[in-house]
C-alpha cells in the first residue's frame, strides 16, 4: 500500500496534535502552544512543545520532534500503517485501499503540480504581453498595483481555445483535463477552459498551485469561473490566500473571512494580510476547522448587501454545532452596498480597522437575525422566538457551550421583554379606577397607606429607600459578578445618605474598571474597597444575614438570589419615581380637583402599594426559604 502525499498532508490537517498527545501528557497553554513535561525522557520543569497550528511536536530537552503519526509509531509503538488508520479513524478518513497503483498514482499527482505551476507561468507571461492589455487595464481600475499582480501571481488567459493547450502540448491532452485546463466533450477536440480572463492562482497551505479562479474582462456570465475540483483541488476544503494569510494572521492574532478573491487582495495591499475568502460557496465545515487552526475567533467579513448578510447568518449558523470553550466567530458589517474592496480602495486601511473595532461576537449576530425575524407584538410570537433561540443553542455540542448560550439567550429574552410587560414601568400604564363616592362639599382625601406588618417594619426602620439601599448594596457586594447586569441603573441612581451614596458609587466604580478581566469576587472587592476607608462598612454589609433577603445570605440559593435582587434593585428605582409623582399628583389635587387628576393620585397610591406588596414577597420569600432549611430542599 501506497499512501498519496495529499492524503498525508489532509490526514494531518485534520489532526489536532493538542488532544492526541493530551490523552497521555498533560499539557498547559504556553501563548499560541502548549506545553508540558516531555514524555520521552524524565524531566521536572516542562520543554516539550506542541504546536496545533504547525503540527509538530519538539522537545528542548531531548530534541524528540515529530507529528501525529511520527508520536503513534515513536510513543505508542504502532507501526506506521496502524498508525495511519487509527488517525484516519478519527478524522473520518478513508485510508486508500492497497493498490499496485498508488505509487503510480502519487507520481501523477506531483504531476499535477508540474501541470498547475507551468498553466500559472503561462497565464502571468500572457498578461505582460500586447494581448493582456485590457486585463492590466482591470486591474488599473481595481486599483490593483503591479507589485500586487506579482505577489498574487495574477495573470491573463487568452480569448482562445487552444493557446493554453498549445503551450502545454508536452503534458498531454489527458493531464490537462485532469488538471481542469482542458474541457473534454465527447466527439470533439478539448479546448482550454479559461478564455479572456484575467487569471487568480488558488494555492494549497503549501503554497503550490492548484486551481485558478477566472474574472472575466468585460461583459457576460458568469463573472467569476473556478476549476472544477480535481485530484490537487477540493473547493469545499480550500480557502484563497491561506498560504499567504495564515503566517500573518498568527502574528497578528486576527484573522479576516472576506467574500471573493479581489477583497483579499485589496486588503493585502492595504496592509492587512490576514484575510482569507471561500470560493464562491458559504463557509463549510471543513472551512470552518481550517480557520480554528489559525486563530480562535476569525472575524466574517462579508458584503453590506443583503446577499453577504444571508452569507453571513449561515456561516453563524454553521459554526454553532462546532463551537467550544474559546472557539467562536466574530462579524463585521460593513456600510450597504459596499464590500472590503470598495471600502479599501475609498477611504484606506483606517475605515476598515474602525469597523473591525465594532465586531459583533456571534452570540449578538444570532440575537439580532432572531429579533428581526418576524414581528413580537403578540405572547405567541414571543413564543416563537424563544423556540427558536432554543433551537440554536441545543445545536452546540459542546455541553459548556451550550449551557452558556442557553443561559445568555433566556437573560436577552427577559431583559427585551421585560420593559414591555404591565407593572414594570408605572408611566407606561394609566390604570382607569372609578371615582369614590363624595357628598357635596367633603373635601377629598387619598385612600390609606397600606398597613401590613412588612411595611410597617420597613418604615420604623428608617424608610423603604434606606433600608432596601443598605441591602441591595450587601447584595452586590457578596455577588459583585451581578454588578455588570445592572450597571447602567446603578451608574445612574443617586442616594440620599451621604456615607450610604458614597460606598454605592464606590462599589459601581471598582466594579466598571475590573470588568475586562472577570476576576473581581466578594473577597476581592472588599480588599479594593478597604483601600479607599471603606473596611469596616463593607464587612459589616458582608454579615447582613439578619437582613430579610435571599441575596444578603451568605448561604442562599443563587439562582432565587439573582431574581431577589433583579427585583430588589427595580423596586429601589421605581420607588422614588413613584414617590416623587404621587407628591406632584396631590399638589396638583389640593390646587384644582379634576376627574383625573384624582384618577392619577388614585393610580400612584396604588404603585405605592404593589411595590409594598412586591418587597414584603422578597422578605416572605426569604422567610419561607428558611423555613425549610437544607433538608426539606
Known amino acids: 500500500m501506497s499512501l498519496t502525499p495529499a492524503f498525508l498532508d489532509e490526514l494531518r490537517a485534520r489532526t489536532s496534535l493538542s488532544a492526541l498527545l493530551g490523552k497521555t501528557v498533560k499539557l498547559t497553554r504556553a501563548g499560541r502552544e502548549m506545553k508540558g513535561c516531555c514524555p520521552f525522557h524524565n524531566e521536572k520543569t516542562p520543554s516539550f512543545y506542541v504546536n496545533d497550528d504547525k503540527g509538530f511536536y519538539h522537545c528542548f530537552g531531548c530534541s524528540a520532534h515529530g507529528d501525529a503519526i511520527r508520536w503513534l509509531t515513536d510513543h505508542q509503538g504502532l507501526p506506521f500503517m496502524d498508525a495511519v488508520k487509527e488517525l484516519a479513524a478519527a478524522a473520518g478518513m478513508e485510508v486508500p485501499a492497497q493498490d499496485r497503483h498508488a505509487a503510480k498514482r502519487a507520481e501523477k499527482a506531483k504531476s499535477l503540480h508540474d501541470v498547475m505551476h507551468a498553466a500559472a507561468d503561462f497565464f502571468v ?5 500586447i494581448d493582456g492589455a485590457e486585463a492590466r487595464a482591470l486591474l488599473d481600475r481595481r486599483g490593483v498595483t503591479p507589485a500586487s499582480a506579482k505577489a498574487f501571481g495574477i495573470g491573463y488567459a487568452p480569448d482562445s481555445r487552444t493557446r493554453l493547450r498549445a503551450a502545454l502540448k508536452d503534458f498531454g491532452d489527458a493531464m490537462l483535463i485532469e488538471a481542469g485546463l482542458l474541457i473534454q466533450v465527447e466527439g470533439k477536440e478539448p479546448y482550454d477552459r479559461f478564455r479572456g480572463r484575467l487569471m487568480i492562482p488558488i494555492r494549497d497551505p503549501r503554497g503550490r498551485v492548484i486551481a485558478f479562479g477566472g474574472r472575466i474582462i468585460g461583459e457576460g456570465e458568469p463573472k467569476y469561473l473556478n476549476s472544477p475540483d480535481t485530484p490537487l483541488f477540493d473547493k469545499g476544503r480550500t480557502l484563497y490566500n491561506l498560504d499567504r494569510a495564515a503566517p500573518a494572521a498568527r502574528k497578528a492574532d486576527r484573522l479576516f473571512v472576506v467574500e471573493g478573491y479581489m477583497d483579499a487582495i485589496a486588503l493585502a ?11 464562491g460557496t458559504a463557509l463549510t465545515e471543513a472551512q470552518l476547522e481550517r480557520l480554528w487552526r489559525v486563530v480562535d475567533v476569525p472575524v466574517v467579513c462579508l458584503d453590506g448587501d443583503t446577499a453577504g448578510q444571508k452569507a453571513a447568518i449561515r456561516a453563524a449558523h454553521r459554526a454553532l454545532p462546532m463551537l467550544a470553550p474559546g472557539r467562536s466567530l466574530a462579524f463585521v458589517t460593513l456600510p450597504d452596498g459596499q ?6 480602495r475609498a477611504k484606506g486601511a483606517a475605515a476598515f480597522e474602525a469597523l473591525v473595532r465594532e ?7 444570532l440575537w439580532k437575525h432572531e429579533l428581526a ?3 413580537l407584538n403578540t405572547p405567541e410570537q414571543r413564543a416563537g422566538l424563544k423556540r427558536r433561540l432554543s433551537e440554536l443553542a441545543q445545536s452546540i455540542a459542546d455541553p459548556s457551550v451550550k449551557g452558556e448560550y442557553q443561559a445568555e439567550f433566556r437573560h436577552r429574552f427577559d431583559e427585551q421583554f421585560a420593559r414591555n410587560r404591565p407593572g414594570n ?12 363616592q363624595r357628598r357635596p362639599g367633603q373635601k377629598w382625601t387619598p385612600p390609606p397607606p397600606p398597613v401590613t406588618e412588612d411595611a410597617k417594619k420597613v418604615r420604623a426602620a428608617g424608610g423603604i429607600d434606606r433600608v432596601l439601599a443598605k441591602a441591595v448594596l450587601a447584595g452586590l457586594i457578596r455577588h459583585p459578578a451581578e454588578i455588570a447586569r445592572h450597571m447602567e441603573v446603578l451608574g445612574s441612581l443617586k442616594l440620599a445618605d451621604g456615607a450610604l451614596g458614597r460606598l454605592f458609587e464606590a462599589v459601581v466604580d471598582v466594579a466598571l474598571e475590573d470588568r475586562r478581566d472577570g476576576t473581581l469576587d466578594s473577597g476581592r472587592l472588599v480588599t479594593i474597597l478597604a483601600r479607599s476607608g471603606f473596611d469596616t462598612v463593607a464587612h459589616d454589609l458582608l454579615r447582613a444575614d439578619t437582613m430579610p433577603y435571599s441575596f444578603t445570605r451568605a448561604d442562599g440559593d443563587m439562582t432565587q438570589a439573582r431574581a431577589d435582587l433583579d427585583e430588589a434593585i427595580a423596586i429601589l428605582v421605581t420607588r422614588p419615581e413613584v414617590d416623587a409623582a404621587l407628591a406632584e399628583a396631590t399638589s396638583a389635587m389640593q390646587s384644582r380637583f379634576t376627574d383625573e387628576a384624582f384618577e392619577r393620585q388614585v393610580a400612584l397610591v396604588n404603585e405605592q402599594r404593589a411595590l409594598d406588596e412586591r418587597l414584603a414577597n422578597l422578605v416572605q420569600a426569604n422567610e419561607d426559604a428558611r423555613a425549610l432549611g437544607p433538608e426539606d430542599d
Do not use: S, W
Open 373 to 375: 425575524a418576524e414581528p
Open 339 to 344: 464590500d472590503p474592496d470598495d471600502l479599501m
Open 269 to 279: 495591499q492595504g496592509g492587512v494580510g490576514e484575510a482569507v475568502a471561500p470560493l
Open 125 to 129: 507571461q500572457q498578461l505582460g504581453a
Open 359 to 365: 465586531a459583533e461576537p456571534l452570540v449578538d449576530r
Open 425 to 436: 414601568n408605572f408611566q407606561q400604564r394609566q390604570p382607569f379606577y372609578p371615582m369614590a
